[in-house]
């Protein structure tokens, strides 16, 4: 992922066309602009009758080469809903180089009004991209949108789907020969299922030729209104793939036909994961010790939601940036910004010192859409916050604070969604092709053919998952009674920590890092430090929170939470296998880590788990709850694989391996 990959840059012509001033083409825009897209990519696709053919419970995949301004996506997601049937599900992903703006985009819709019902859902999620992947959920579940914000080869070749029909759009091979390489062509072959198809806007030698060499028959077909050829095709032979690590395969799922999960923990994590399955058509069971949902690491009143990225791209870096994106999304979907739910009062990262000055303003020169970050100085930021601040640092429009519990109650809020509260698995067995979650007696308080472990460190104490390397951090944050004066405060102010603007009379400040205490009691001790946090953030709001009397650490009210993170500082997220047969089939690697295995996973059959996101669940969690749904669906990946591979479980029993060597 390139930080610094543009947006595209328009012009519009007299009559309302929008222009690439990239690549001085018009873009397919006028009012033929949809009977154009029907012509050349719906039709020869033949989607009409493949789709009135599935079934409920299937599922169709759309891979293109040039989202361009969406228009493909919106005809095919209007035919979709005109004759799929109810219950399958369409996933179009699409690569784009230079994504447009969202108000480009949105002033380009505005040319097909027939298409409003489709644009207006999209338009409501779509901000103008930063690079990486950005997974949209539409149409109450029915249609997924991975937009791929980058080049088209280097994002298919971290794809992980199975691809049903092609659209190869976007420039013609004269202005984009980059774009229309072999690998290309060998890549969508490795993607395609049996009897894929392909469209293609272009009958240019190169792409007719290669397209044959890598296993598609092809053959030209007039282009719309008769102006021009066209090529049309379909996947014969599948070009040999590229070995590729077996424990990070998808596993085989278990044949039961039943569309039952059960979730072990009602924080986040296992909330988005319900939800994303939920929308799927799955019944699921949400197991919880407690009352009710979100009552441990992810019960605070208020947590932050913003990006700490690096700028050197790491895997973490880049997950953090696709996460947060989804996660304004789904809070957009689900939960109201009423000041109690939430806020998008935006988030300023603040310096503090030179190094972090510097970080932060390599951040901020990396070319980043203005909507998703921008650098300020002091002044901006004092001015954004609405106190006086000493520092400067980044500032996210987008970003602000949620309620982690309001969140959690409004996704389970689904009527295939049940918890089931009070009851507390301490095992988990596999009989007859079921999961088991049985209580401390060894009672079955649950049975489903999949399972989900949701339950932060807890999740060590399952035979399953022991081997995991799990650690906990507890976390205070300190209540601070709202004055008059700490009103003023209008967006969330993070350095070393965080302070939040008023919520229903309350500011919270926080958190803590413990490492040599497990307890969840709260501590002055902790309260005095988040009070240093706050006047290293504004001296100006500690002064305004202390202007109606003192802020006695001893007397302040505080909630205190054990964290889970791993080593990597990674969560995560994805099939469990068997620990010692995977050491066992490949210990090969412990003498030779280049060695190639082609032995299959051990998995656990219908076990996953989604854990380990530390103090960014607001983050990560609804993505990761996305990304366990395509685990279990067999749909497209909603990450690029090495994101995927950074986050899968096994990952740390291969590197044991791997170090042994």
């Not at 209007?78 to 219950?87: H, M, N, S, T």
């Not at 784009?96 to 002033?107: G, M, S, T």
């Not at 649950?446 to 399953?464: E, K, L, N, V, Y």
């Amino acid at each position: 992922m390139n930080p610094t990959q543009s947006l595209a840059e328009l012009t519009w012509t007299e009559s309302g066309q929008p222009v690439s001033v990239q690549f001085g083409d018009v873009y397919p825009s006028g009012h033929s602009g949809p009977d154009q897209s029907r012509h050349v990519f719906l039709r020869p696709n033949r989607l009409e009758q493949r789709w009135k053919n599935l079934k409920p419970g299937d599922s169709f995949c759309i891979a293109e080469t040039g989202f361009g301004t969406g228009l493909n996506f919106l005809t095919a997601w209007e035919l979709w809903d005109q004759v799929a049937p109810a219950g399958a599900r369409l996933h179009f992903l699409s690569a784009e180089k230079f994504p447009l703006a969202a108000a480009d985009l949105r002033r380009v819709h505005a040319l097909w009004p027939e298409l409003a019902h489709w644009s207006e859902q999209l338009l409501q999620q779509y901000t103008s991209p930063s690079p990486g992947w950005q997974h949209h959920v539409l149409g109450d579940g029915r249609v997924t949108l991975t937009l791929l914000a980058g080049d088209a080869l280097d994002m298919l070749g971290q794809l992980d789907a199975s691809v049903d029909a092609w659209f190869l759009d976007g420039l013609p091979p004269a202005m984009s020969p980059a774009m229309w390489q072999p690998a290309l062509f060998r890549q969508m072959s490795w993607l395609s299922c049996a009897g894929a198809t392909l469209a293609a806007s272009t009958d240019a030698e190169e792409v007719h030729s290669g397209l044959a060499q890598a296993g598609f028959t092809v053959a030209p077909a007039a282009a719309f209104a008769n102006k021009g050829t066209m090529l049309a095709g379909q996947a014969q032979e599948r070009a040999t793939p590229q070995w590729s690590p077996p424990w990070y395969a998808r596993p085989l799922q278990p044949g039961t036909g039943q569309r039952q999960a059960m979730i072990i923990g009602a924080g986040l994590a296992g909330c988005c994961t319900a939800w994303a399955l939920a929308m799927r058509g799955w019944k699921v069971t949400v197991i919880e010790r407690h009352p009710g949902e979100a009552r441990e690491a992810s019960g605070n009143p208020q947590g932050i939601l913003y990006c700490k990225l690096s700028p050197h791209q790491t895997p973490l870096s880049r997950f953090v940036q696709t996460s947060y994106a989804y996660s304004l999304r789904l809070l957009h979907r689900v939960l109201p910004r009423d000041g109690i739910g939430w806020s998008t009062c935006g988030v300023l990262q603040l310096s503090g010192n030179p190094r972090e000055t510097a970080r932060l303003q390599a951040l901020a020169e990396q070319g980043y859409p203005p909507n998703f970050l921008q650098g300020v100085d002091s002044t901006q930021a004092s001015a954004i916050a609405g106190v006086r601040v000493t520092d400067g640092g980044l500032f996210f429009p987008e970003g602000g604070w949620v309620s982690p519990p309001a969140l959690c109650k409004a996704l389970l809020d689904h009527p295939a969604i049940s918890l089931l509260a009070y009851a507390e698995a301490f095992d988990l067995q596999y009989r007859e092709a079921l999961w088991h979650a049985e209580d401390a007696e060894g009672n079955s308080i649950c049975i489903a053919p999949t399972a989900i472990i949701c339950t932060a460190g807890d999740s060590r104490r399952f035979a399953q998952t022991a081997h995991l390397p799990l650690k906990t951090i507890r976390g205070q944050i300190t209540r601070l009674p709202a004055t008059s004066q700490s009103q003023a405060l209008r967006s969330v102010l993070c350095g070393e920590g965080y302070v939040s603007p008023a919520r229903s009379g309350e500011h919270f400040v926080g958190a803590s890092f413990r490492f040599d205490r497990s307890d969840t009691d709260p501590s002055e001790e902790e309260n005095t430090s988040n009070l240093a946090l706050l006047a290293s953030l504004s001296p100006e709001l500690d002064a305004a929170l202390r202007s109606e009397g003192p802020l006695d650490p001893a007397a302040l009210q505080a909630r205190a939470a054990l964290r889970c993170t791993s080593p990597d500082y990674l969560p995560l997220i994805g099939p469990v296998v068997q620990a010692e047969q995977f050491r066992q089939d490949y210990a090969v690697l412990a003498k030779d880590a280049s060695k190639r295995p082609d032995t299959a996973a051990p998995w656990h059959p219908g076990l996953y788990i989604n854990v380990a996101h530390g103090s960014r669940g607001l983050i990560s969690c609804p993505l990761s709850g996305e990304l366990i749904a395509a685990w279990v669906e067999n749909e497209p990946l909603p990450l690029p694989l090495d994101l995927v591979q950074s986050v899968h479980p096994s990952r740390f029993l291969l590197r044991q391996l791997i170090r042994s060597a």
